[in-house]
Structure formats: structure tokens, C-alpha cells
């Protein structure tokens, strides 16, 4: 049967889908505008499965949060290639995403937690199915993480564009330590502390480490009398490098996080505590794919052969 293009045209503008596909896809059902939809929507579906099985180790790791600063979340969004940041509709997936999480009373999960959330009366798994076919990409939503203080401030930093994203629960701190908070965040997207204190690390790490010290100082020849002495130097400084509050401050070595809280707290009469923070790294944990030029090469004379 012959289709009109008005109504090719009314459908590729409710769905979103290419001229030729909305001209096939009503074809195919004698002009049923709802069954064509249906067929399309089937079809995008496929189409976003077949993508959702590629590697997605790029994306974008990104904070949203409450006026209040006492609530805020952290948001890993993956998708395949650089080209998808330049999409502006992927910054509204993202926002529509952050959104949607940020008024959700979870605490922490990944895309299947988040996938029956809603927005608008959709499904935020919908929503990002939706956004795999009309980018062409595979997009997913990676891990989220919630972080709330009551009596405190939660302070945020975000580098690189959405590389490394940070929040740190501060407690005793207001308003007037939001320069702190940020350069907190900074500290931990920097120096990659992995606790708080030393009271947080488990006494396994601690004793697996002075092993290895410790066989080390023997292994150099050092006398069995001062292995101790040197293995409790090393231990020293394995806690400095893993405790955010004894290492020393990204921007002032003098400094360590510690002696930092202490002087802002007593310049302005605030008790301020490190409770907990939260570093996401974008794509850490995900293999990417490595390109084998010599399989590539293979396979394409096998096909020409």
C-alpha cells in the first residue's frame, strides 16, 4: 500500500526514528500509525540490547545535590566514546538521571537498584534505553552512592570534566567552610587516601604490610636489631599515605589534613571532624576493550578471501 508522507512525517515526529524506517514500518502495517509505533519500538528495542552489550568504560562521573549542602550524591554514567560528551542530550540523560536519584530515599546502588525509579511517569531504565537508541551508544548507569550529615556539611569536587568525583562528610562545619569542604574534596581526588584515620584500618592490612617490611629489611642485609625500628618507620609511613588526616595538604605541605582542621575549627570556633568520604574514579574496575590490529587484519582477508 501507498503511504502518505504526512503521515511518515507525523510518525518520525512522535518517535524520533529515521524517515525510511517510519515509511517501512507503516508499510509493513498497513498504515496502523499505533501498530507501526509498536514495530519501531521493538525494533529500538533490539537495537539498544545489541548496543548494551559493548564495553561502556567512558562517561562521566558527576555530584548533585540540596541547596542545604547536608545531602549529596555521587553519579557514575558510562557510555563507549568521548563523541557522546559533546551530545547535549547526554547531559540532560545525566541531569534527568542525577535528578532522579538525588529525590530517591536510597543510599546507595547501581542501575538495576535505580532501574524502577521514576521520572515523569517513566522508568529510568526506559529513559536510558530510550537514550541508547536515539544516541547510538551503550549507556549505563554504573554505581551511585548517597551522602548525608546531620550537624554538618557535605562538601563536593568534581575534576577533569567528570574523571574523578568527590564528597566528603565534614561534621561541626556551616557555610562559612565551604572553601574548606571543596578543598577537602580536592585532597581526596589527589592524594587517594582509602581511610579516614588509622583507627579504620583493619589490623589484617597492618600486619600483611609489616611482613612485607619487615622481609624486606632482612632481605637488604640490615641487622636483625634495628629491623624493628626500621619496619615501625614504614608502618608510619603507610599510615600517612592511606589516612586522609595524616597525609600531608595537596596545597600546603606543612599542613597535614589534620593540623588543617584544627586551624580552620579554631579560627572560627567550629568542631571539625572528618566523617566519611567517597571517591569515585570514572571507569575503574571496567576492562576496556583492546583493539588486536593483527586479528582485525585476519579477519578482514578471511572475509576478502
Known amino acids: 500500500m501507498s503511504v502518505d508522507a504526512r503521515t511518515v512525517k507525523e510518525l518520525r515526529d512522535s518517535t524520533g526514528a529515521g524517515m525510511m524506517d517510519c515509511k517501512r514500518a507503516l508499510t509493513e502495517t498497513d498504515g496502523d500509525v499505533d501498530a507501526a509505533i509498536a514495530m519501531l519500538r521493538e525494533k529500538g528495542l533490539a537495537s539498544a540490547a545489541k548496543k548494551a552489550g559493548r564495553v561502556a568504560a567512558e562517561g562521566m562521573v558527576?555530584?548533585?545535590?540540596?541547596?542545604s549542602a547536608t545531602e549529596a550524591?555521587?553519579?557514575?554514567?558510562?557510555?563507549e566514546t568521548d563523541f557522546v560528551a559533546k551530545n547535549e542530550a547526554f547531559g540532560e540523560l545525566l541531569s534527568t538521571v542525577g535528578r532522579a536519584i538525588l529525590d530517591?530515599?536510597?543510599e546507595t546502588g547501581t542501575g538495576e537498584t535505580a532501574a524502577g525509579f521514576e521520572v515523569g511517569g517513566k522508568k529510568l531504565s526506559e529513559i536510558l534505553t530510550g537514550a541508547i537508541v536515539s544516541i547510538g551508544e551503550n549507556i549505563g548507569l554504573r554505581r551511585f552512592v548517597r551522602v548525608r550529615t546531620d550537624g554538618g556539611r557535605v562538601g563536593s569536587y568534581v575534576h577533569a570534566g567528570g574523571k574523578i568525583g568527590v564528597l566528603v562528610e565534614i561534621s561541626g562545619a556551616t557555610d562559612e567552610h565551604a572553601d574548606l569542604?571543596?578543598?577537602?574534596?580536592?585532597?581526596?581526588?589527589?592524594?587517594m587516601p582509602r581511610y579516614v584515620r588509622r583507627d579504620e584500618v583493619p589490623e589484617s592490612e597492618i600486619a600483611s604490610e609489616r611482613e612485607i617490611?619487615?622481609?624486606?629489611?632482612l632481605a637488604s642485609g640490615k641487622p636483625e636489631k634495628v629491623v624493628d625500628k626500621i619496619v615501625?618507620?614504614?608502618?608510619?609511613?603507610?599510615y600517612r599515605d592511606i589516612c586522609l588526616t595524616e597525609q600531608e595538604y595537596v596545597r600546603d605541605s606543612q599542613l597535614t589534613i589534620d593540623t588543617l582542621l584544627e586551624q580552620v575549627g579554631a579560627e572560627t570556633g567550629a568542631d571539625l571532624r572528618v566523617e566519611r568520604f567517597v571517591r569515585y574514579q570514572l571507569g575503574e574496575g571496567i576492562a576496556k576493550k583492546e583493539a588486536n590490529l593483527a586479528a582485525e587484519v585476519a579477519e578482514t582477508i578471511g572475509k576478502s578471501s
Do not use: P, T, W
Not at 550524591?73 to 557510555?79: A, D, G, T, W
Open 213 to 217: 617490611f619487615r622481609n624486606q629489611a
Open 62 to 67: 558527576e555530584v548533585f545535590s540540596h541547596d
Open 181 to 191: 569542604a571543596r578543598s577537602l574534596g580536592m585532597q581526596v581526588a589527589a592524594a
Open 232 to 238: 615501625d618507620g614504614k608502618i608510619d609511613k603507610f
Open 73 to 79: 550524591i555521587l553519579v557514575e554514567l558510562n557510555y
Open 104 to 106: 530517591a530515599d536510597v
